[in-house]
């Protein structure tokens, strides 16, 4: 027999436990909630930013109080009216009748008295909540700088769209949900208690309160409308509809004076629905939305349709060229594409030895290393322990034995995945830190093809006094995870660096610098342990009252946390300033509602990168500076005239710091970033035609040239052109002296050729020395000479059979040809190309550097080192043809390649004349050449 009593008991317990499940799940997720605000607190104590985390948070409560202040206030209000316009009942009357349409009326009337002061502010409560997300666009619209530039149609300062017209569309969007939610409880309450009655077929009957009531509320959505409309008016700035971005002929002709009129009837409606407070039926109301949808239809439809079709099209040229005229200005200030100088460029195919004599400086800091192949031999040679890694290489420049030289620099993070032993304390304690970083000059090559190290090993050797590092310890880098934590003054001692190549022996550091939240207390503990879900943050007894948590390792996500409102480059890069390392981080303002102006084209930017995906105005304001040891960050203001950083400093006035008060040696580091100058390039391809005929015609468009490197790229491009196979040139950092200049600058670079054409029309350069900081320059080709452009010398190199049979050559015995960066540099006023070539093998897949082939005019030639390049360029030296000798001593890899060429060129017309036994001879013998090349490479 079932014991029924015990089945309903377990039945009881099951739902007792899930409940008290559901209950601690519901109160570990408020704790862990109030665990990171309280958390988040500390952080932004301990870097001395309080301001930035005190004011975001009263701004946000207050958006919160007012909005849900406001909302209260209008609902509670209404409510209490719409029991005024509801016929009187009389309760007890209504209990004892028989009908129960009027019971359930009275049962309404008495609930919805009791509980319309709850309900309001649980309404008020839904629609106040995520006004918090506001506070951004609010504090920016009370402290705003303005542009001091105007639109033209309207004649408003710029300030009034960047800052006011978000604000003013979010306003009114909560505005409508505000009014119909407040409708909807209205209605459905008129129709609970009878003061408005559903009939078949026919108008809702409304009792004259109900109605008057109900006009007010429609009288509010038609004002809101209005003003919606007035935005609307505004926004034919942004318009798509035209031949470019941004109000057309037909908007300010057809689609303005259309939306002012429905300003004009939203008004009038509104006034027909007040006065009709006083009239019976809707007749008023039906007449307005009669003339409202007339409107509509027939101006805001209609008539810009016809006039598009019949007025622009027909002239659509002389209609649109004021427009188009707007729309390039507009795109040219808002991409800072106005700055633009525009230099001619020879292009003269005449450069001699003497030139190259005189131009020592470039030609001594031709960049000889590919970062991405770097990154790989940097992590063979360098990495020293598994734990370590060298992911990202950057480029750079210092002052080598009184010489500004180009230098590739990388550091040495620590990998937490990799160490020798997963668990706590290994994770959090004991390994902590990063040590020491890598530097070799860009223009050098060592043995074997292998970089010539400036600075190696742990701890450090040094060629160059210059790159001494006085705090090698990398606590905060770009390659930690955001959420990864350390705590450092524990009991037990942090792992600092292997003490030789082999074994396990280490040596020991404890932490001394500023950086870190203390975790002394109880309630610290209790905070970060509930924050990142760790116990042993609790009950750990290697933790000490010294003991400090450093989070926020990852140096992008550290500056965000900090300026939250910022976007970042794509590639941090680490900078040695007076012993210490120190992150430089390119942080932009952008805004996607600067007038008239095209929205960015970002398909080549870096997936890494932090820039949004829609915008059209954008400047790299701030450079921010964390040091890889303390994580002390800086934030200096590098664009003083950009209204949108000087908005955000009287907002943060203690964040940020005047770029004048940046040290010299810190400032000879700066460089102009690349995802900016990225879309810059991108804008420039259209918006460098500043003639409006021009420009509609589209008549002079340029492109960027395909890459033709074989090297591997760090991380995908957002645009969807890498699916199909076009690899974009990216632009690259040079170290060079400008064609009539003197003295080096540091620049990044980045060549154009006319639209699907192969010939190089334009170079755009972008100067980072710290005196012509952010000065651009566009070199203009002259247009009626052919001057090859990179994806036409990269088919000319393909197409060289010498050289594309030594490439066949090596791949076939078993190594990898890899093609670096194709690099143009400009000598005098002539194109010298240049492109490393490096050698993968299978069993030992470190990249070595092997050859570089110089390209200049019509001649190509190729060589083990840059001086015989231009030797061979400038002095007459080629690939010689001549037939196989018996003399192979003293022989370089270059002539064992050639001297293999021959044979096999030879064992092929033997192949030809059906000569089987002299072609395996001559196969065997191009096979002895290219190992002995091989050996000869690898010395």
Same mark, same amino acid.
């Given at each position: 027999?079932?014991?029924?009593?015990?089945?309903?008991?377990?039945?009881?317990?099951?739902?007792?436990?899930?409940?008290?499940?559901?209950?601690?799940?519901?109160?570990?997720?408020?704790?862990?909630?109030?665990?990171?605000?309280?958390?988040?607190?500390?952080?932004?104590?301990?870097?001395?930013?309080?301001?930035?985390?005190?004011?975001?948070?009263?701004?946000?409560?207050?958006?919160?109080?007012?909005?849900?202040?406001?909302?209260?206030?209008?609902?509670?209000?209404?409510?209490?009216?719409?029991?005024?316009?509801?016929?009187?009942?009389?309760?007890?009357?209504?209990?004892?009748?028989? #009908?129960?349409?009027?019971?359930?009326?009275?049962?309404?009337?008495?609930?919805?008295?009791?509980?319309?002061?709850?309900?309001?502010?649980?309404?008020?409560?839904?629609?106040?909540?995520?006004?918090?997300?506001?506070?951004?666009?609010?504090?920016?619209?009370?402290?705003?700088?303005?542009?001091?530039?105007?639109?033209?149609?309207?004649?408003?300062?710029?300030?009034?769209?960047?800052?006011?017209?978000?604000?003013?569309?979010?306003?009114?969007?909560?505005?409508?949900?505000?009014?119909?939610?407040?409708? /909807?409880?209205?209605?459905?309450?008129?129709?609970?208690?009878?003061?408005?009655?559903?009939?078949?077929?026919?108008?809702?009957?409304?009792?004259?309160?109900?109605?008057?009531?109900?006009?007010?509320?429609?009288?509010?959505?038609?004002?809101?409308?209005?003003?919606?409309?007035?935005?609307?008016?505004?926004?034919?700035?942004?318009?798509?509809?035209?031949?470019?971005?941004?109000?057309?002929?037909?908007?300010?002709?057809?689609?303005?004076?259309?939306?002012?009129?429905?300003?004009?009837?939203?008004?009038?409606?509104?006034?027909?629905?007040?006065?009709?407070?006083?009239?019976?039926?809707?007749?008023?109301?039906?007449?307005?939305?009669?003339?409202?949808?007339?409107?509509? /239809?027939?101006?805001?439809?209609?008539?810009?349709?016809?006039? &598009?079709?019949?007025?622009?099209?027909?002239?659509?040229?002389?209609?649109?060229?004021?427009?188009?005229?707007?729309?390039?200005?507009?795109?040219?200030?808002?991409?800072?594409?106005?700055?633009?100088?525009?230099?001619?460029?020879?292009?003269?195919?005449?450069?001699?030895?003497?030139?190259?004599?005189? !131009?020592?400086?470039?030609?001594?800091?031709?960049?000889?290393?590919?970062?991405?192949?770097?990154?790989?031999?940097?992590?063979?040679?360098?990495?020293?322990?598994?734990?370590?890694?060298?992911?990202?290489?950057?480029?750079?420049?210092?002052?080598?034995?009184?010489?500004?030289?180009?230098?590739?620099?990388?550091?040495?993070?620590?990998?937490?995945?990799?160490? @020798?032993?997963?668990?706590?304390?290994?994770?959090?304690?004991?390994?902590?830190?990063?040590?020491?970083?890598?530097?070799?000059?860009? $223009? !050098?090559?060592?043995? &074997?093809?292998?970089?010539?190290?400036?600075?190696?090993?742990?701890?450090?050797?040094?060629?160059?006094?210059?790159?001494?590092?006085?705090?090698?310890?990398?606590?905060?880098?770009?390659?930690?995870?955001?959420?990864?934590?350390?705590?450092?003054?524990?009991?037990?001692?942090?792992?600092?660096?292997?003490?030789?190549?082999?074994?396990?022996?280490?040596?020991?550091?404890?932490?001394?610098?500023?950086?870190?939240?203390?975790?002394?207390?109880?309630?610290?503990?209790?905070?970060?342990?509930?924050?990142?879900?760790?116990?042993?943050?609790?009950?750990?007894?290697?933790?000490?009252?010294?003991? *400090?948590? /450093?989070?926020?390792?990852?140096?992008?996500?550290?500056?965000?946390?900090?300026?939250?409102?910022?976007?970042?480059? $794509?590639?941090?890069?680490?900078?040695?300033?007076?012993?210490?390392?120190?992150?430089?981080?390119?942080?932009?303002?952008?805004?996607?509602?600067?007038?008239?102006?095209?929205?960015?084209?970002?398909?080549?930017?870096?997936?890494?990168?932090?820039?949004?995906?829609?915008?059209?105005?954008?400047?790299?304001?701030? *450079?921010?500076?964390?040091?890889?040891?303390?994580?002390?960050? *800086?934030?200096?203001?590098?664009?003083?005239?950009? @209204?949108?950083?000087?908005?955000?400093?009287?907002?943060?006035?203690?964040?940020?710091?005047?770029?004048?008060?940046?040290?010299?040696?810190?400032?000879?580091?700066?460089?102009?970033?690349?995802?900016?100058?990225?879309?810059?390039? #991108?804008?420039?391809?259209?918006?460098?035609?500043?003639?409006?005929?021009?420009?509609?015609?589209?008549?002079?468009?340029?492109?960027?040239?395909?890459?033709?490197?074989?090297?591997?790229?760090?991380?995908?491009?957002?645009?969807?052109?890498?699916?199909?196979?076009?690899?974009?040139?990216?632009?690259?950092?040079?170290?060079?002296?400008?064609?009539?200049?003197?003295?080096?600058?540091?620049?990044?670079?980045?060549?154009? $050729?006319?639209?699907?054409?192969?010939?190089?029309?334009?170079?755009?350069?972008?100067?980072?020395?710290?005196?012509?900081?952010?000065?651009?320059?566009?070199?203009?080709?002259?247009?009626?000479?052919?001057?090859?452009?990179?994806?036409?010398?990269?088919?000319?190199?393909?197409?060289?059979?010498?050289?594309?049979?030594?490439?066949?050559?090596?791949?076939?015995?078993?190594?990898?040809?890899?093609?670096?960066?194709?690099?143009?540099?400009?000598? !005098?006023?002539?194109?010298?190309?240049?492109?490393?070539?490096?050698?993968?093998?299978? &069993?030992?897949?470190?990249?070595?550097?092997?050859?570089?082939?110089?390209?200049?005019? #019509?001649? /190509?030639?190729?060589?083990?080192?840059?001086?015989?390049?231009?030797?061979?360029?400038?002095?007459?030296?080629?690939?010689?043809?001549?037939?196989?000798?018996?003399?192979?001593?003293?022989?370089?890899?270059?002539?064992?390649?050639?001297?293999?060429?021959?044979?096999?060129?030879?064992?092929?017309?033997?192949?030809?004349?059906?000569?089987?036994?002299?072609? &395996?001879?001559?196969?065997?013998?191009?096979?002895?050449?290219?190992?002995?090349?091989?050996?000869?490479? $690898?010395?």
């Amino acid at each position: 027999m079932v014991n029924i009593g015990n089945v309903n008991n377990a039945g009881s317990e099951r739902r007792g436990l899930s409940f008290l499940v559901f209950i601690g799940i519901i109160g570990f997720s408020v704790a862990r909630g109030i665990a990171t605000f309280f958390t988040n607190y500390l952080w932004f104590d301990s870097v001395n930013l309080n301001e930035v985390w005190v004011k975001i948070l009263l701004t946000r409560l207050g958006l919160v109080g007012a909005t849900t202040t406001i909302a209260f206030a209008f609902i509670f209000i209404n409510l209490r009216l719409a029991t005024r316009a509801t016929p009187v009942i009389d309760i007890f009357e209504a209990f004892d009748t028989q #009908d129960p349409l009027a019971r359930f009326r009275s049962w309404v009337s008495e609930r919805f008295a009791r509980f319309r002061l709850t309900g309001a502010l649980a309404l008020s409560l839904f629609l106040g909540a995520g006004s918090s997300t506001l506070w951004e666009q609010v504090l920016l619209f009370i402290n705003q700088e303005n542009f001091n530039i105007t639109d033209p149609v309207f004649n408003n300062d710029i300030s009034n769209y960047i800052f006011g017209l978000p604000l003013y569309r979010l306003f009114v969007s909560w505005g409508f949900q505000l009014i119909t939610l407040t409708s /909807i409880v209205v209605v459905l309450y008129f129709i609970a208690t009878g003061a408005m009655q559903l009939r078949p077929q026919k108008l809702p009957e409304v009792s004259s309160g109900g109605k008057a009531h109900l006009s007010v509320l429609l009288a509010f959505v038609a004002i809101l409308k209005a003003v919606a409309y007035r935005l609307d008016a505004m926004e034919l700035l942004y318009s798509p509809r035209g031949k470019v971005f941004g109000a057309s002929y037909t908007d300010v002709t057809a689609h303005l004076p259309a939306l002012q009129l429905l300003v004009l009837i939203s008004l009038f409606g509104a006034g027909l629905l007040l006065v009709n407070i006083r009239r019976r039926g809707w007749l008023l109301p039906a007449t307005a939305l009669g003339l409202w949808l007339a409107v509509s /239809i027939v101006v805001g439809g209609v008539v810009p349709s016809a006039i &598009q079709r019949f007025r622009v099209l027909p002239d659509e040229l002389n209609k649109e060229l004021p427009y188009v005229e707007e729309h390039i200005d507009y795109t040219r200030l808002a991409y800072g594409l106005d700055a633009i100088e525009e230099r001619p460029f020879e292009a003269s195919p005449s450069l001699s030895n003497e030139d190259i004599t005189q !131009n020592a400086q470039t030609v001594n800091n031709i960049r000889l290393w590919d970062p991405t192949v770097l990154a790989e031999t940097y992590s063979q040679l360098q990495e020293i322990r598994a734990y370590y890694a060298l992911d990202e290489v950057d480029v750079d420049r210092y002052t080598i034995d009184g010489k500004l030289t180009q230098v590739m620099v990388s550091a040495r993070e620590l990998d937490q995945t990799n160490l @020798p032993a997963q668990g706590w304390v290994n994770q959090r304690l004991q390994y902590t830190h990063g040590y020491g970083v890598v530097f070799s000059p860009a $223009n !050098n090559v060592a043995s &074997q093809g292998q970089p010539d190290f400036y600075v190696k090993g742990v701890p450090a050797t040094t060629t160059a006094p210059e790159l001494e590092v006085s705090q090698p310890r990398i606590y905060f880098g770009e390659s930690a995870e955001s959420q990864e934590y350390v705590v450092v003054n524990s009991l037990q001692e942090e792992v600092d660096y292997p003490l030789s190549t082999e074994g396990q022996s280490v040596a020991y550091t404890n932490y001394s610098g500023q950086g870190g939240v203390g975790i002394g207390s109880f309630f610290q503990r209790l905070g970060f342990s509930l924050r990142y879900s760790e116990l042993n943050l609790m009950i750990s007894n290697q933790l000490s009252d010294d003991s *400090k948590i /450093i989070m926020e390792r990852n140096v992008i996500s550290r500056v965000k946390k900090a300026a939250p409102f910022l976007y970042t480059d $794509n590639d941090p890069y680490l900078a040695l300033i007076e012993g210490d390392l120190f992150w430089i981080i390119d942080m932009y303002t952008v805004s996607d509602k600067y007038p008239y102006a095209q929205p960015a084209d970002t398909r080549r930017i870096n997936e890494r990168s932090g820039l949004p995906m829609n915008f059209n105005y954008i400047r790299n304001s701030v *450079k921010a500076v964390v040091n890889a040891y303390d994580g002390t960050m *800086k934030f200096y203001v590098f664009d003083e005239a950009d @209204p949108l950083i000087q908005s955000y400093a009287n907002i943060f006035p203690s964040l940020f710091t005047d770029k004048s008060e940046m040290s010299s040696s810190l400032l000879d580091h700066i460089r102009y970033p690349e995802d900016l100058f990225t879309i810059q390039s #991108d804008m420039y391809k259209d918006y460098h035609m500043t003639d409006p005929r021009v420009f509609y015609a589209d008549e002079d468009p340029w492109e960027i040239p395909t890459d033709s490197s074989t090297t591997p790229r760090v991380a995908t491009l957002r645009g969807e052109f890498t699916e199909l196979g076009y690899k974009p040139m990216l632009p690259y950092y040079l170290l060079m002296t400008l064609p009539e200049e003197d003295d080096l600058s540091y620049l990044i670079f980045q060549p154009f $050729n006319p639209e699907n054409r192969p010939n190089m029309q334009s170079f755009l350069v972008a100067d980072a020395d710290p005196e012509n900081y952010g000065h651009l320059i566009d070199y203009r080709l002259p247009k009626g000479e052919f001057v090859d452009g990179p994806s036409q010398v990269s088919t000319r190199i393909n197409q060289d059979p010498d050289i594309s049979q030594i490439f066949t050559l090596l791949d076939q015995q078993g190594s990898s040809v890899i093609r670096g960066n194709l690099f143009v540099v400009p000598i !005098n006023q002539s194109v010298l190309y240049y492109q490393p070539i490096y050698l993968q093998g299978e &069993q030992n897949p470190l990249p070595e550097f092997k050859f570089v082939v110089v390209i200049f005019q #019509d001649k /190509i030639i190729m060589e083990e080192s840059l001086g015989e390049a231009l030797q061979g360029i400038f002095e007459g030296s080629s690939f010689g043809e001549g037939n196989i000798s018996d003399n192979d001593d003293g022989l370089g890899a270059i002539q064992l390649l050639e001297k293999a060429n021959v044979a096999f060129n030879q064992a092929q017309d033997e192949l030809i004349s059906g000569n089987l036994g002299r072609y &395996q001879e001559l196969i065997e013998l191009a096979e002895e050449y290219v190992a002995l090349a091989i050996e000869e490479l $690898n010395k």
